[in-house]
């Protein structure tokens, strides 16, 4: 290695840094990005209501944060890379807690939209930053398959938690306090983000930012997003969707052109694809992001307030089995299993144990009760998710130098959103039009878990192009 290769590349976390601090602040702040995503869903009655809001319009009090979470999350991931992970982490962190400040304390629906999409951006910035800082700090080998167990684990328990926390404050306190509490979380994560280790990035690195690479990916994928929001309520026919996607279409293709022919630090450099697990592995988590938590949770969401008719509190409660059961699954089982079966043998195996669990989800109808159309099918839904989640982030973040770590951190987290929500939208058109009655409402939900079981077997079968992978000390024992 040259001299000026050896400064361009990146060193890891020193040895010296405290790897608990590092997993908790990792933790954290991931719970709070993926718990934001989901925390509103039950508290939007209320917000309409504090805030007058149109009924048109209150959609995008979640929308606006997917919608900028989903495009700044490439940027967000590369920004780690270039200038530092504790840097980017502080910058998250602020972006974030500051515009949910602002949110909990709006007074009008332009300000709390506003809010939720710089949260977003917070959100972008921070999500890969937090994965990068593991990648970083656990070296491959069970160190870092514990540490990405129990990132995910979390990660997985907040977007599950989000609705019985949002229907606990909402309840008790106020619709406020969903995005007040971000706030003294936020602070306490900035404690102790100053604590980590700058990690040492490369010369020169503000004029290696790929600008035009970001700004084309991050309009295409906010204008996908945007377009796909619009599909539910304005179906494919709509002009402004068929404007958004098209154009959406146009920029991607022109960030590909910049990324293979005119930049000259990639955004998301083409050698991560020679590497089998990322290009594989990030497709199937694209498959992944849509069928598991964000269309599960929402689905789910209206099964239980339209046909059970539960309240916002009983509906949050109603989720608790599958918090727990992922949280003991993906802590406890899966990282033990991980040292006695390749990853792509679990990934195939959870994903299949999924597709069972949705089968039967599937066939909810209104004569169902809480014991048969919500608990029976979340333990195989759970098992599947928590032993498939771990080994494929590991799989996924596997093999790549530690210069591109958040580059591939903010490729991973790209796939799952952007999937969640072709997934929902695609699930949504799907089901448009359907009767309001409790019958209908519960056969056209059953349809759309049907459709989530094909997925999860078409994420088994993509899982057998993975390679086969065991954490390096385990293989090195076995050999």
């Not at 991931?77 to 504790?86: H, I, K, P, S, V």
């Not at 993906?330 to 079966?341: D, S, V, W």
């Amino acid at each position: 290695m040259t001299r000026t290769e050896a400064a361009d590349a990146p060193r890891t976390v020193p040895r010296s840094s405290p790897p608990g601090l590092v997993l908790v602040l990792a933790c954290v702040a991931q719970f709070m990005v993926v718990l934001d995503v989901s925390v509103v869903n039950v508290a939007l009655p209320s917000i309409q209501t504090s805030l007058d809001f149109a009924a048109a319009d209150l959609p995008w009090v979640a929308g606006a944060y997917t919608l900028a979470f989903a495009g700044f999350l490439l940027l967000g991931g590369r920004l780690a890379d270039l200038y530092g992970t504790r840097r980017v982490l502080v910058a998250g962190l602020l972006l974030f807690s500051m515009p949910s400040l602002v949110g909990g304390l709006a007074t009008a629906p332009a300000v709390l939209v506003a809010a939720r999409a710089a949260q977003g951006l917070g959100a972008a910035v921070l999500a890969p930053a937090t994965l990068t800082l593991l990648t970083t700090t656990f070296p491959e080998g069970p160190r870092r398959t514990r540490a990405l167990a129990v990132w995910t684990a979390v990660s997985l328990a907040g977007g599950a938690t989000g609705n019985l926390i949002g229907g606990v404050l909402t309840q008790t306190l106020s619709w406020r306090w969903i995005l007040l509490i971000n706030v003294p979380i936020g602070a306490a994560a900035l404690c102790a983000a100053v604590r980590v280790p700058a990690r040492h990035h490369r010369n020169g690195t503000a004029a290696r930012l790929d600008l035009p690479g970001a700004a084309s990916v991050t309009a295409g994928l906010a204008l996908l997003a945007y377009g796909i929001m619009r599909v539910g309520p304005r179906g494919w026919g709509d002009p402004v969707t068929a404007v958004a996607l098209a154009a959406a279409a146009v920029l991607l293709a022109g960030f590909v052109l910049i990324e293979t022919r005119l930049a000259r630090d990639p955004l998301i450099p083409l050698r991560l694809f020679r590497l089998r697990a990322v290009s594989a592995g990030n497709t199937i988590m694209l498959l992944a992001g849509a069928c598991f938590q964000v269309p599960m949770w929402y689905f789910l969401t209206l099964y239980m307030q339209d046909v059970l008719h539960y309240t916002a509190l009983e509906t949050g409660l109603g989720f608790l089995p599958h918090t727990l059961l992922t949280m003991v699954i993906g802590l406890r089982i899966t990282p033990r299993l991980m040292k006695r079966a390749d990853d792509r043998t679990l990934i195939i195996a959870g994903a299949l144990v999924a597709a069972a669990g949705f089968l039967w989800q599937s066939r909810i109808g209104a004569g169902s009760d809480y014991l048969s159309g919500v608990l029976g099918p979340a333990i195989p839904i759970s098992l599947g998710g928590g032993l498939l989640n771990t080994p494929l982030t590991t799989t996924v973040t596997s093999g790549v130098a530690g210069r591109d770590a958040g580059a591939a951190s903010g490729l991973m987290n790209t796939a799952k959103q952007v999937g969640g929500a072709l997934g929902l939208a695609a699930l949504t058109a799907a089901l448009a039009g359907r009767a309001t009655t409790s019958p209908a409402l519960a056969e056209a939900y059953g349809d759309a878990f049907l459709i989530m079981a094909v997925m999860a077997a078409a994420i088994a079968a993509a899982s057998l192009t993975l390679p086969a992978r065991r954490d390096a000390a385990v293989s090195a024992r076995a050999g």
